[in-house]
């Protein structure tokens, strides 16, 4: 997935439990990569955007339903975006990659693994997406959002003791999330963290509003009303703003006026 796992678990907890439940949401985020990954020449990904398998066919591939459920994730998430995550038009010209769902969609699959291997209380951590569960002794699961304009640089900390906070933005891959409605690469805003009890839907919430650019304001507003979902993002000039319910999870935000609607 081109990106690092980690799992982390309360001081207390079991080793053998720990190893193995942690190699089953291995081997779990594994099949996830040999399925979807678009740089093996033979996934079934691969083998979808050059033609080798139809669509159609899913019905009877051994991993159709994950395929199909994927495909259906993607579908939303370009409808919820209005276009502006399209699995089926990324690159130039366009093409079928649906890394943009994948990722968070195979975090929070590992990290169901996780917990019904009895590892209940978890943090998983998969580059700028974590998924956690159960807590801590001391409280809730903290989880820092990186500062995009000082490179090991914490911005702020979320708390929760079970949910996601999913990160994308341009400080560590660079330029690399596709505006399919523009036809390049997506480069007005630097990040965009969202905070969720899914990270499947946090993860392709962020992606997307990344590629929304100066539209993604309104857009994460009305997503945070609609849903739930919060969101924070940093721009070029090193302004921060936030959804309203951002500071339900982020206890440095309370107390501060809201930057309001932009764009």
């Known amino acids: 997935m081109g990106t690092v796992i980690s799992v982390a678990a309360p001081g207390d907890t079991d080793p053998e439990l720990f190893g193995a439940a942690a190699e089953a949401a291995f081997a779990r985020l594994r099949h996830a990569d040999e399925v979807f990954s678009p740089f093996k020449e033979d996934s079934p990904v691969s083998r979808i955007r050059d033609g080798r398998l139809a669509l159609a066919d899913l019905g009877t591939h051994p991993d159709g339903a994950e395929i199909r459920e994927i495909l259906a994730v993607c579908a939303a998430l370009k409808t919820r975006s209005g276009g502006a995550f399209d699995a089926w038009a990324v690159g130039d010209p366009p093409a079928f990659d649906p890394c943009g769902a994948v990722k968070g969609w195979a975090a929070e699959q590992a990290s169901a693994v996780l917990a019904a291997h009895g590892l209940t209380s978890h943090t998983l951590g998969a580059g700028g997406d974590v998924r956690v569960r159960g807590g801590t002794e001391g409280g809730p699961w903290r989880v ?111 107390g501060h006026a809201v930057a309001g609607e932009r764009g």
């Open 144 to 254: 820092g959002i990186t500062d995009p304009h000082r490179p090991g640089r914490v911005l702020a900390v979320a708390e929760l003791p079970d949910g996601a906070v999913a990160t994308s933005g341009t400080a560590e891959r660079g330029v690399h999330i596709w505006d399919p409605r523009a036809r390049r690469p997506a480069s007005h805003l630097v990040q965009v963290s969202v905070v969720g009890p899914s990270l499947t839907w946090a993860d392709g919430y962020a992606t997307a509003a990344m590629a929304l650019g100066s539209q993604a304001y309104g857009w994460l507003t009305g997503l945070a009303r609609r849903t739930g979902y919060q969101a924070l993002t940093v721009d070029h000039e090193t302004g921060v703003w936030w959804t309203e319910g951002m500071a339900d999870h982020v206890p440095a935000l309370r």
